[in-house]
Antibody
Framework: EVQLVQSGAEVKKPGESLKISCKGSGYTFTNYWIAWVRQMPGKGLEWMGIIYPRDSDTRYRPSFQGQVTISADRSISTAYLQWSNLKASDTAMYYC?????????????WGQGTMVTVSS | EIVLTQSPGTLSLSPGERATLSCRASQSVSSNLLAWYQQQPGQAPRLLIYGASRRATGIPDRFSGSGSGTDFTLTISRLEPEDFAVYYCQQYGNSRTFGQGTKVEIK
């Protein structure tokens, strides 16, 4: 079964750093892009960026560039989303998702989501 | 960035009724690369439609997508109880953006 399994919920303080993960299984991880999507409480979906694990080619939505870092470790089939200086406004559910084939494809596989809460 | 505007914001209907959801783009969507997703409370989104009109694997045929250019529609021919949810459109032809969502609620 093709699936993406994300790391568990996190509670952090403003200014702290954080790295959440998304592990792919049931398919060849390096053959597919992995995207990250934010959903703030009670709000809609926002595409943040995408990475190709084979060569780490990474594209960011301009509004997220410099705010987060997307990376991948192909040896363990895992993609990451990282913050170095969390803000309260980073509180959200974060999903990883996989386009069905190439870069220009819809997301047919989604992780279960990681809830990140940033509060003093 | 292409802005997607979904309407209405909320649709109040009864089971068995037809639902028509709209997604309008601020500029033409390349190659009709537009998808629709369903999100139930507390769950991840699920792909329903891609390429504007192609049903994803396992999606019932009561869901259909249509449209081209800047105007797209998701139709649910007869609402089942499990169809009451939030629906998002997404364009993936020019980077990616999502619409703000349409909630289909029980009347």
């Amino acid at each position: 079964e093709v699936q993406l399994v994300q790391s568990g919920a996190e509670v952090k303080k403003p200014g702290e750093s954080l790295k959440i993960s998304c592990k792919g299984s049931g398919y060849t991880f390096t053959n597919y892009w992995i995207a990250w999507v934010r959903q703030m409480p009670g709000k809609g979906l926002e595409w943040m960026g995408i990475i190709y694990p084979r060569d780490s080619d990474t594209r960011y939505r301009p509004s997220f560039q410099g705010q987060v870092t997307i990376s991948a470790d192909r040896s363990i089939s895992t993609a990451y989303l990282q913050w170095s200086n969390l803000k309260a406004s980073d509180t959200a559910m974060y999903y990883c998702a996989r386009p069905s084939a190439g870069l220009d494809d819809a997301f047919d596989i989604w992780g279960q989501g990681t809830m990140v809460t940033v509060s003093s | 960035e292409i802005v997607l505007t979904q309407s209405p914001g909320t649709l109040s209907l009864s089971p068995g009724e037809r639902a028509t959801l709209s997604c309008r783009a601020s500029q033409s969507v390349s190659s009709n690369l537009l998808a629709w997703y369903q999100q139930q409370p507390g769950q991840a989104p699920r792909l329903l439609i891609y390429g504007a009109s192609r049903r994803a694997t396992g999606i019932p045929d009561r869901f259909s997508g249509s449209g081209s250019g800047t105007d797209f529609t998701l139709t649910i021919s007869r609402l089942e109880p499990e169809d009451f949810a939030v629906y998002y459109c997404q364009q993936y032809g020019n980077s990616r953006t999502f619409g703000q969502g349409t909630k289909v609620e029980i009347k």
